[in-house]
């Protein structure tokens, strides 16, 4: 007989009020790929060596990053009765200080806290919420990120992860479905599909039927659904397992790259631990709904992103998308009704479903509802990730939440929605809210949410020919407009980087990009050119400059005296 | 645009105003072609699933600026545009020339030019260079047409021209690969290649050797082999069928042999006589030579494949340095040069003394149509006597023990059928060397339908094995026991079709009886097979619709039951008589049917190969003719280019006739190149090899084709009808009188059933050939035996007790 829900819930919140409960002093390492590289393993050791020399009992725990990539390594410490203090750039050097100061001494470090987080006050200290980073954003599906050990099942559930799954089960399906459709929750992979409506086609299909979930994250610029799988890897879980019972799903492939290796290893992990409570696989719960989860480490290829050439890279196959019709819900994985959601779409399921999707409306605004998970990166004081609510003003994000350019210049303008995406310069977003329609608009579509912050030192052509060799890089090569058009492209861009280009070159820019728009067989071709007509659209001084004046504004392409440079 | 009235399952579509009606799931580039409305592609071929990469087929819904892609885009209706009510469907309307649809494709010829030499495209003088003329312009020297082997026959080039490109528009870069030249038959130059895929998709979708693959990713993708390696190398996989050089566009990829000399003078069409598929063929000949051999898209076994024997080793034995030119006449040790007209002399003196049933005439499977008749006439009519058999029969009992079961011993379905089993039970030779164009369409069953592939050898086949879902080796000769355990299972789990039984089988308790005491404990430690794979194969077979079984005959092993124990499986399983299931048997040699057919077959095993053996043995029988040459069938290994492997007759045969013919006071051959018979004759006579002769051939799903000559016969050749008719008139007989081949088929015609309603003159108009039985003229041919009833006097099938 396998345990009740009630059960598991009641071993869950007795693990982790022991562990909250337990009296010592709690030190958090907030661990993913990003603070491992700026040293969080050995700031873990420099801690654990503090306490053992320093002979002082405390607990300490790999909790998930915040997303404050600005303050790598971020390490939090709670002791007994006291508000948690998050402190940022710790470094192994640093942190016996700190552990002895705060933890022996009693004296809490302002000059290394960034703020301090739950209730409660410490003098000196400001509350995190308050830290600009912080004052915009709304967690959703990074509401457990840093407040528990990621991938360990007892804590999720113990922060009311898997009730929802609970609760689904006994519910019929197609109500589950609406609850998700009165949300308005549309993909967050980048084609803004609204999920339920294309979850509709896969209800009645035939078994078996699969969920392939979108982890490739190839584009340039974005770590969110990397995010999720390192930080809290069972709300995404959770939010296939609703939608996999939603649909009828028999076995959901999670499509990760092999290169993030921590999020790769810490789904395995959650999945392991979600087979061993019954929560996944045969008749789960003890209701009679049996499904399977497969973590699928995969080379990485940006088109494999694509969802069509997902399923063939899933076949074992050589990933190069396919036409459609047939769609995936009629002919996907092996030949079988196959649903796609990216990693953040199916990370919101659970939330909405517990707190509704009036709820999950009443946080954006009518046209884009929910947050957006952004990744910000570029020039700018606070790089990293973020969730905020849609609706709010470009100029937050931009100017308070990311703090102003790194570099002290002005900004110029940002690149969105990653090497498919586009961009506009700061005058015309500055007034904007963060929105599909209006960004759409303007050509700087949000995507999947990456936002790359330009600084006056951006050189736009440089920008444009970088991003464009991307997708030459990364066209699969399959269909002609995309294979050749992308490398032709970046060469005619190299030309006018190098003090060769004429002004007819833009107008080739803009035919090939045509060509390839409406004549490539996938999103790859047919966006890549988004990003060309975009910075032309937008920073058409730039391109002239170089190619009248033979000068680079920004001074990034030397000096333009004809020498061609080879990329490789 | 609203759906229009179509009978059911047919939809319309309106292709630039026009009204096309297809089948449901047409795809809109099938239905312009079905039309007559041209629209330029450069992946698409008809052997292959849509691809959609070259984007050269877009067509332009009515009014809005979309492009579709025509080759993977379904011509059913769609969905109406708002403001009809959700779920209305109308039908679709395309334009394939707009302005917009053009300028879209000179985007991307543009953009291929870049890539791609285009001297031959965009020349100002390419109307008026001959494809031998030294180039006189400006055209660097990678980039001349003259250049490219494929000039003149580039699939490219033709659409560079319909769409009106006359100027490459942007920058140009010659790829500057080396030109892999180390295959033996054909060379990849990779800087024509434009990725079409065309190459890999047969190799990989139909052929199922995956010797070949797309490599790297953007603008470098090109097709490449394993580790770079040579196709030669065993380790490719490749087996040289040259489907890849058939599908590629342009020059990329080009056969060796005259690889310069520019288009045909003209062209044959041919059957290939070199196994029981009977590919059609067209040779591309240039004066007396020939240039190339070309599957015919048409073809009704092979839809536009071949085999490397076909495809490229064609012309070898007419080519044979050893053959036979003029007659020859052995005198004590050594054979004479000799006269036609000494030669037939001296035969018809022989043959007189030696006749009645004293004469007996084999002939192998390589005699047409034409040749078998008159040779059965001359035995029977001429001499007088009934010993008359032939090679393929003396060494497949298949064709007896099916015709004890069925009526006749014979395939009873298309060969294509194979490709939409869902399940498949392949037994015998290695298929893929003797009857590779059957391989294919086991690999598109598994390919295209996810058949279960249920292969039992006791040998691996490197092909084959790799493909099954259920590779059963055996112990060796354990076959016909493996068998029995299938049967066995069916019997025990009820998987027979009793309706179908019931109807239409008799004897099924004497067999019911008979599998009772199988234990399959003993079947399965005899055949090295567990229960369990036992089980599991029988289950696949018998609940799997359809179904085929495919059994190569292989002259090399005891073959003795097998085919009755097969057509017992199809029998009881309703795999048989039952739509596109059915049996499948392969025989050695090209027109094994055929000569079955055309009754050069004894009525009566008094009379048979066995027969007339011991008939010499005994001193009965003191003459013999012997047609036709002995290999069984040529296959081919592609670890062993240089010496392709001629399997001969099976070695105790060949110690058996070498004791035996001795005995004879007379023995003639009729013979394209010496032999262990011809060696042993009093009289050879050359004859031509099949690229040299007019006739017919029958294949193994009994479809009658025609072989047309492509060369002049060879020194003083002559086809075997042709010799068979002067030594019967020079007997005296004045039943020879046939001027051609033609008139050979028409007395066939008058006296065999099946081939009542065939001429030459409907086989070349109906240029796919056409499947007996053929009971008159206006009878469309017979693709499928035993739908109704089995060709037994009852009308009932009849299973073989064990
Ligand atoms: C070239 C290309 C790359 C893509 N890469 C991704 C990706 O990495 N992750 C993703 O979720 N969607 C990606 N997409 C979008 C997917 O095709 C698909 O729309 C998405 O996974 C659907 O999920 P959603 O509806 O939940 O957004 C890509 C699309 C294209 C054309
Ligand atoms: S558009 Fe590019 S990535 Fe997409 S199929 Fe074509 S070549 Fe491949
Ligand atoms: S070699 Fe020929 S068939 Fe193969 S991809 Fe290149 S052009 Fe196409
Ligand atoms: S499969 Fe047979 S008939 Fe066809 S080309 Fe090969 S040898 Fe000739
Ligand atoms: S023929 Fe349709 S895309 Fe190539």
């Known amino acids: ?568 | 645009m609203t759906t229009t009235e179509a009978p059911p399952n047919m939809i319309t579509i309106m292709i630039d105003n026009q009204e096309v009606t297809v089948p449901r799931g047409t795809t809109i580039l099938e239905a312009a072609k079905s039309a007559g409305i041209y629209i330029p592609t450069l992946c698409w071929d008809p052997k292959l699933k849509a691809y959609g990469a070259c984007r050269m087929c877009v067509v332009q819904p009515e009014g809005r600026r979309q492009f579709l892609a025509s080759c993977v885009t379904p011509a059913d209706p769609v969905p109406a545009p708002p403001p009809a009510e959700r779920g209305t469907m109308v039908s679709q309307s395309v334009r394939t020339n707009t302005p917009e649809v053009v300028d879209l494709r000179k985007g991307v010829l543009g953009l291929l030019m870049s890539e791609h030499p285009h001297g031959c495209l965009t020349c100002d003088r390419i109307t008026h260079c001959g494809p031998t003329d030294i180039c006189l312009r400006n055209v660097s020297v990678t980039d001349r047409c003259v250049v490219c082997p494929q000039n003149q026959r580039c699939e490219l080039q033709a659409v560079v021209e319909i769409t009106g490109v006359d100027e490459s528009i942007y920058d140009y870069g010659y790829r500057a690969l080396p030109i892999r030249d180390e295959d033996p038959f054909f060379d990849r130059d990779y800087n024509l290649c434009i990725a079409c895929v065309r190459c890999v998709r047969v190799c990989n979708e139909v052929v199922g050797a995956d010797a070949i693959s797309m490599v790297q990713r953007g603008d470098r993708v090109l097709p490449g082999t394993p580790f770079d390696l040579p196709l030669s190398d065993a380790a490719s996989g490749c087996i040289h069928c040259g489907a890849c050089v058939d599908a590629c566009p342009v020059g990329a990829l080009t056969e060796k042999d005259n690889k310069w000399a520019g288009l045909p003078s003209h062209t044959v069409t041919t059957v290939c006589d070199q196994c029981e598929i009977g590919c059609q063929l067209t040779v591309e000949m240039q004066g007396e030579k020939v240039l190339r051999v070309v599957p015919d898209l048409d073809g009704g076994a092979n839809g536009g494949l071949a085999c490397v024997k076909g495809k490229f080793q064609l012309t070898d034995s007419t080519r044979r340095e050893d053959r036979f030119l003029v007659p020859l006449i052995r005198q004590n040790t050594s054979a004479n040069p000799s006269s036609w007209d000494v030669a037939l002399g001296f035969i018809s003196d022989a043959l007189t003394k030696n006749n009645g049933e004293k004469f007996a005439l084999i002939t192998t499977g390589t005699s047409s149509n034409e040749d078998a008749y008159l040779l059965q006439k001359l035995a029977r009519q001429v001499q007088g006597s009934n010993n008359i058999d032939n090679v393929p029969r003396a060494l497949s009992p298949a064709i007896n023990e099916m015709a004890n079961a069925v009526g006749i011993g014979v395939s009873t379905n298309e060969i294509k059928d194979i490709s939409k089993s869902k399940s498949i039970l392949f037994m015998g030779a290695d298929l893929n060397s003797t009857h590779p164009v059957a391989a294919y369409q086991i690999h598109k069953a598994v390919n295209y339908v996810d058949a279960d592939l249920i292969s039992v050898t006791s040998t691996t086949y490197p092909e084959i094995s790799r493909a099954a879902t259920q590779n059963l080796q055996l112990n060796n000769g354990t076959e016909l026991a493996f068998l029995r355990g299938m049967l066995k299972v069916v019997f025990d789990e009820d998987l027979i079709d009793q309706e179908f039984i019931e109807k239409r089988v008799e004897n099924i308790q004497s067999l019911r009886e008979s599998v009772a005491s199988i234990k399959l404990d003993v079947v399965s430690s005899e055949t090295g097979i567990s229960v369990d794979l036992i089980q599991k194969a029988a289950r696949s077979y018998a609940s799997s619709t359809p179904s085929s079984i495919v059994y190569a005959v292989d002259p090399s092993s005891d073959s003795k039951g097998i085919a009755a124990m097969l057509t017992n499986l199809a029998l009881v399983t309703g795999g048989v008589g039952n739509g596109s299931s059915g049996v499948h048997i392969f025989l050695p040699q090209g027109n094994s049917q055929g000569i079955q057919d055309i009754g050069a077959a004894p009525r009566d095993t008094e009379n048979d190969f066995e027969a007339i053996l011991d008939g010499i043995e005994s001193g009965n029988i003191t003459s013999l003719l012997w047609v036709g040459d002995l290999s069984t069938s040529t296959s081919f290994t592609p670890t062993s280019l240089e010496d392709r492997v001629e399997q001969e007759l099976p070695d105790a045969m060949i110690t058996r006739l070498k004791n035996t013919l001795p005995k004879l006071e007379f023995l003639a051959a009729v013979s394209l190149a010496p032999s262990i018979i011809s060696e042993l004759a009093d009289v050879v006579l050359p004859t031509t090899s099949f690229m040299e002769r007019d006739g017919t051939y029958t294949n193994s799903e009994r479809r009658v084709q025609r072989i047309r000559a492509s060369l002049q016969p060879a020194g003083e050749t002559k086809p075997v009808w042709e010799i068979v008719k002067e030594i019967a008139t020079n007997m005296g007989s004045a039943e020879f009188d046939y001027s051609s081949a033609s008139s050979v088929f028409d007395d066939i015609a008058n006296n065999v059933e099946t081939y009542k309603g065939l001429s030459f003159e409907r086989l070349d108009s109906e240029f796919t050939g056409v499947q007996w039985p053929v009971p008159d003229t206006d009878h469309p041919g017979t693709p499928t035996l035993h739908n109704d009833k089995f060709s037994t006097a009852s009308g009932l099938a009849r299973v073989t007790s064990i």
């Open chain 1, 1 to 568: 007989m396998p345990e009740t829900f009630t059960e598991i819930k009641r071993t869950a919140d007795a693990t982790w009020n022991e562990w909250v409960n337990n009296g010592s002093p709690r030190i958090f390492v907030q661990t993913n790929a990003d603070s491992m590289a700026s040293g969080a393993i050995e700031v873990k050791e420099a801690i654990q060596d503090t306490l053992d020399k320093q002979k002082i009992s405390a607990d300490v725990t790999v909790v998930g990053s915040q997303g404050m990539a600005f303050a790598e390594v971020v390490v939090d410490i709670i002791k007994p009765d006291k508000p948690r203090i998050t402190y940022g750039n710790v470094t192994p050097e640093n942190v016996p200080g700190l552990i002895v100061d705060y933890i022996v001494k009693d004296d809490p470090r302002p000059d290394l806290a960034l703020g301090t987080q739950g209730e409660g006050e410490i003098d000196g200290i400001p509350l995190l919420k308050d830290h600009p980073f912080w004052k915009l954003q709304y967690p959703i599906v990074t509401r457990n990120f840093g407040h528990i050990e990621p991938g360990n099942l007892n804590h999720y559930i113990a922060q009311g992860g898997y009730s929802m799954l609970n609760r689904a089960l006994e519910m019929e399906r197609e109500d589950v479905r609406k609850e998700i459709e009165s949300s308005v929750l549309r993909g967050r992979g980048g084609a803004l599909f609204p999920a339920a409506t294309k979850w509709n086609f896969m209800m009645n299909a035939p078994h078996p039927k699969y969920l392939a979930v979108n982890g490739e994250e190839g584009d340039a610029g974005a770590f969110t659904d990397k995010a999720i799988a390192e930080n809290d890897p069972h709300t995404l879980l959770e939010g296939i397992l609703i939608s996999a019972y939603t649909m009828g799903i028999d076995k959901s492939f999670v499509h990760i790259r092999a290169e993030y290796l921590v999020a790769v290893e810490r789904l395995r992990r959650a999945v392991h631990e979600l087979e061993e409570a019954n929560l996944v696989g045969e008749n789960i719960l003890g209701t009679d709904f049996s499904t399977e989860i497969e973590i699928e480490a995969t080379g990485h290829a940006y088109i494999c992103g694509e969802e069509t050439a997902l399923m063939d890279s899933v076949e074992g196959k050589r990933g190069t998308p396919r036409p459609r019709p047939p769609f995936p819900a009629a002919y996907g994985i092996f030949g079988r009704p196959t649903n796609i959601n990216n990693v953040k779409t199916l990370s919101y399921v659970p939330a909405i479903f517990e707190h509704g999707g009036e709820w999950f409306k009443s946080i954006g605004v009518e046209a884009a509802t929910g947050t957006m998970f952004l990744s910000l990166s570029g020039d700018v004081k606070h790089s990293g990730f973020a969730e905020v609510p849609l609706g709010v003003s470009l100029r937050e994000v931009v100017e308070d939440m990311c703090g102003g350019t790194k570099s002290g210049t002005s900004f110029k303008g940002i690149q969105t929605g990653g090497p498919l995406g586009g961009g506009a310069d700061w005058d015309s977003l500055k007034d904007l809210p963060l929105e599909f329609d209006p960004l759409n608009g303007l050509g700087a579509p949000v995507g999947s949410g990456g936002m790359m912050m330009l600084g006056q030192g951006t050189c736009i052509v440089d920008l444009t020919h970088n991003l464009m060799q991307f997708n030459a890089a990364e066209s699969c090569g399959k269909c002609f407009p995309c294979r050749k058009g992308t490398g032709h492209i970046v060469r005619t861009i190299n030309r006018v980087m190098t003090g060769l280009g004429k002004m007819e070159d833009l107008d080739e820019i803009v035919y090939m990009g045509d060509t390839m728009r409406d004549g490539s067989l996938c999103g790859l071709g047919q966006l890549a050119p988004r990003i060309t007509t975009a910075m032309l659209r937008h920073f058409r001084s730039e391109w002239e400059s170089h190619l009248v004046d033979k000068t680079c504004p920004a001074g990034v392409c030397g000096n333009l005296d004809g020498q061609e440079i080879t990329f490789s």
